[in-house]
């Protein structure tokens, strides 16, 4: 029987470019899923192989934004449910048990995770944005994700349940990693801003900069991780002034 004829079939969707650091340990956490469909963007190191080599199907795509390539993978999606994690996550023991819980007894049409933040090798335990919710298990046809370049989200009707469990959330294991992922994203944001012809001020980003870290670091509670979250809360506070910069400044 082909999988998406089984109610409680999962599908489970990943988009990876140049990922080779990470994708065995999130692949190896949903080895439970009926399909995994990897959508690559025109990796050049191993990324795509290793990806076979857990038994995913791979098509490479053009990047095009991460909204656009999240909905590339969920259009390429055959099963019934369909389970979206990124290549520097994991899903944990309880939560795979719990997705499998809620397809086979579903009680939404879509579904939270808590995702644990890790920052540079120490998981964050204090703090706001040391945990985020986030609706990751659709029933397929139901929800389709913005089509913004960055920080996209599924988009659903009605109210998600929110799924046992963690997932673990490795985005950054050297400095180096955030500022390079932090120069991507906020280039990004940078492009969206001019397309949908959003103006700030470069001069007022910049003097609400006190604002932001202290937002981050003693509103937030982000003092608590200790010297993984004062950095966390420098570099993040940072993040507006360069895009809003970018936005101006860069063709």
């Known amino acids: 029987m082909f999988a998406g004829m089984d109610p409680a079939s999962i599908s489970v969707v990943i988009i990876t470019r140049n990922e080779s650091a990470n994708i065995d340990r999130c ?72 997705i ?77 990693q955030v500022l390079e992922k932090f120069n991507r994203y906020t280039s990004l944001a940078a492009v969206e801003m001019r397309a949908n012809n959003r103006r700030r001020s470069v001069v007022g980003t910049l003097l609400a900069w006190p604002v932001y870290f202290l937002k981050f670091y003693l509103l937030h509670g982000q003092w608590m991780n200790g010297l993984h979250g004062l950095v966390w809360s420098v570099l993040s506070s940072w993040y507006p002034f360069v895009k809003v910069a970018k936005a101006r400044l860069d063709r």
Not at 100 to 111: I, S
């Open 27 to 98: 692949l190896q956490s949903v080895a439970w899923a009926d399909e995994i469909v990897v959508v690559d963007s025109e990796s050049t190191d191993d990324t795509v192989e290793r990806c076979k080599g857990h038994g995913a199907r791979v098509v490479s795509r053009p990047f095009t934004g991460f909204g656009a390539q999240k909905n590339a993978a969920l259009d390429l999606a055959g099963c019934t449910w369909v389970f979206s994690i990124d290549a520097d996550e994991v899903v944990s023991e309880e939560l795979a048990r719990s």
């Open 100 to 176: 499998r819980h809620a397809v086979e007894h579903p009680t939404a049409d879509a579904y939270q995770v808590r995702r644990r933040f890790f920052f540079l090798g120490k998981r964050l335990g204090h703090g706001r944005g040391s945990v985020d919710t986030i609706v990751r298990l659709v029933r397929r046809g139901t929800a389709r994700f913005s089509d913004a370049l960055v920080h996209e989200g599924f988009e659903i009707r009605g109210v998600p349940a929110v799924l046992d469990g963690e997932m673990e959330h490795y985005s950054y294991d050297t400095i180096n």
